[in-house]
C-alpha cells in the first residue's frame, strides 16, 4: 500500500515540474519582440545583462501598441511600474532561445502573454455590413481619419466607402 502511495505522488511531482512547450500563438507579442531585439545586438552586448537591458530600454522608445505594452509591463520604459528587465536580460546573455525567455517572462507576469497583434482587415475583399461599428471606427483611426456626425453603422460604412480610394490600392 505504501509502495502505490509512494509511486502516485512521485507520479504527481513529476507531471507538475513539467511544463509543456510555449507556442508562438500562446505569446506573440513577446516572441516577436525578443526575436527582433536579440537581432540587433551585437555579439558582445549579447554578453552583458546590463548592456542587454540599456539597448532595451532604447529600442523600447519608438515602439508603439501592443509592443509599447509590453516594453512597459517590462520596465523598458521610464513611464514602467515595475521591472523584470532582469528577467529577460540574463537568459539573452546565456543564449537562451525566445521562447524559453517568454516561459520565464510569463511565470513572473502572466499578462506578457496576453498581448495580442490586432489581425488586419483585408479592405478589398471584406464585407464592411458584417464588421462592428468598432472596427469601423479602427479603419477608419488606421487611416487617421474621422466620421464627424456618424451616428449609425451605415454613417461609417458611407465614411469608409468614400476613403477607400484614398487608402486602398487596388492591384491590377
Sequence with gaps: MNSLLFSSVLLLVVCTGYSIALKRDDCEVC????????STL??????SPQKI????????KDIKGKEHRFCYYLGG????ATGILGEMSKPISWGMPADKVCEKLKKKDAQICD???EKTIDLKTVD???????????IL???????DG????SDFIKRIEALKPKYVREEL
Design 31 to 38: 516572441f516577436s519582440i525578443i526575436e527582433r531585439f536579440v
Design 42 to 47: 551585437s555579439e558582445a552586448d549579447k554578453k
Design 53 to 60: 537591458e540599456d539597448q532595451f530600454r532604447a529600442y523600447c
Design 77 to 80: 520604459l521610464d513611464e514602467s
Design 115 to 117: 498581448l495580442r497583434y
Design 128 to 138: 464592411l455590413k458584417k464588421l462592428k461599428v468598432r472596427d469601423l471606427k479602427k
Design 141 to 147: 483611426s488606421g487611416w487617421d481619419e474621422d466620421c
Design 150 to 153: 456618424c451616428i449609425e453603422k
